[in-house]
C-alpha cells in the first residue's frame, strides 16, 4: 500500500502540529494533497482508469473545501498552508 501509518503520522507531524492532531485542516489538506499527487501519477500511466479518475475529482473536491474553510476562518494559517506545500492560488 501507498500510503502506511508512518508515512501518515510523518504527515501529521510535520503539518498539523503533532502525531496524533490528525483531525485540524491542515494536516488533512496536507494528506489530501499527497494522495492527489499519487493518484495523478496512476493516471498518468493509466488514462482508462475512470474509477481513479472520479476518486481524484472527489479529493479536490475536498481539499477545495477545506481549504475554503481555512480562507474564511483564518486567512494566515490559510496562506501558511498553501505555501508550505506549493499549491497554486
Do not use: C, W
Not at 500500500?1 to 503520522?9: F, S
Not at 493518484?39 to 477545495?64: F, M, P, W
Not at 481549504?67 to 499549491?87: F, H, P, S, T, V
Amino acid at each position: 500500500m501507498y500510503l502506511e501509518k508512518a508515512k501518515k503520522a510523518e504527515i501529521f507531524e510535520q503539518y498539523g502540529g503533532g502525531a496524533t492532531n490528525t483531525g485540524s485542516a491542515e494536516s488533512q489538506i496536507a494528506l489530501f494533497t499527497y494522495r492527489i499527487k499519487h493518484l495523478t501519477e496512476h493516471l498518468k500511466q493509466n488514462h482508462k482508469d475512470h474509477v481513479t479518475a472520479r476518486s481524484l475529482t472527489i479529493l479536490v473536491g475536498k481539499r477545495r473545501a477545506l481549504l475554503k474553510y481555512l480562507y474564511d476562518r483564518d486567512i494566515n494559517r490559510y496562506r501558511a498552508i498553501i505555501k508550505a506545500l506549493g499549491l497554486r492560488k
